[in-house]
């Protein structure tokens, strides 16, 4: 009989939504699953699953390097962990960019990882594809993040690559999946026959399933050449106007109101919103200057057709699924 040892496998990140679809799947590869976490995490999705906690400050190298002094030297890394909003524009940078830097740094120089650093990153890395030839967004384009949150993670995939660990990027577009209420708002104005546009009903739009994430970061990692990146959806198009008639489809109703909202307006209500939560730590969607500038973007539309060629990735999960 074989004796073969487990693959080892740490992640960040593994508690939020995007974490527990990684765990999943690193369990049904049939990984030893170590997951780095801090002692105020709130581990209630992954609960029921098979894993061995590490418990690790990541307010810098010297405490990520402490944290990790006893760990096994890992197969795998997937470094997951990251924040999509901050009060303050400095802490995406503090959280997505210094710990990507930091926890390289450990692994490289005490050699505790054998094969790939994975990084799940974000389109808004690159940014809003052209607003004049609406080409597709693709992994080759210029870069030209238009908040802190995509600037931050564009800066996290630097520190990554210049790491010297083998590595693989994941650019997701926009996630939807159960764990999430980022549509929550949409889904409630649809139940009222309603469709309000915040851009144009033809702005250009990709989307997919956090499942999906999970199971094209495992392809990847078992058949894609070393060091790439890779931009993910699920390879459908679509726009606005469509997001509401899919969404109103699978609710079975009948879009009775459909207007836009002037882009003064959202830009007035983003300001509004931006000063609440700075001075009163009110939270909201649309919370900022950038926030506005990101949703009226005529042109997020994503092409999976890179990471679809090279290892056969095809998305399990619909559109319509954003609705429970």
Known sequence: MSSTRPKKILITGATGFIGKYIVEQAIQQHFEVFIALRKTSNTQRINHLNYTEIYVDFNSEETINQALSDAPVFDTVIHNAGVTSCFFNEDYYRFNTEITKNLCAVLKTNQLLTGRFIYTSSLA??????AVSLEDIVENMPENPITNYGKSKLLAEKEVINSGLSYLIIRPTAVFGQ????????????KKRMAIYTASPKQLLSFVHADDISTAIFLANKHSKENQIYNLSDGNEYTLASVYEIVALALKK????????????????????????KNFKIKNALNSIEKAKEITSINWRCSASKIKQEIGFKAKHTLEEIIH
């Open 125 to 130: 890395a690159l940014g809003p594809g052209s």
């Open 179 to 190: 764990g999430t209420n980022d549509y929550k708002d949409l889904v409630s104005i649809v």
């Open 254 to 277: 009948e879009l009775k109101l459909k207007f836009r909202i002037p882009k003064g307006i959202v830009y007035s209500v983003a300001y509004i919103n931006q000063f609440l939560e």
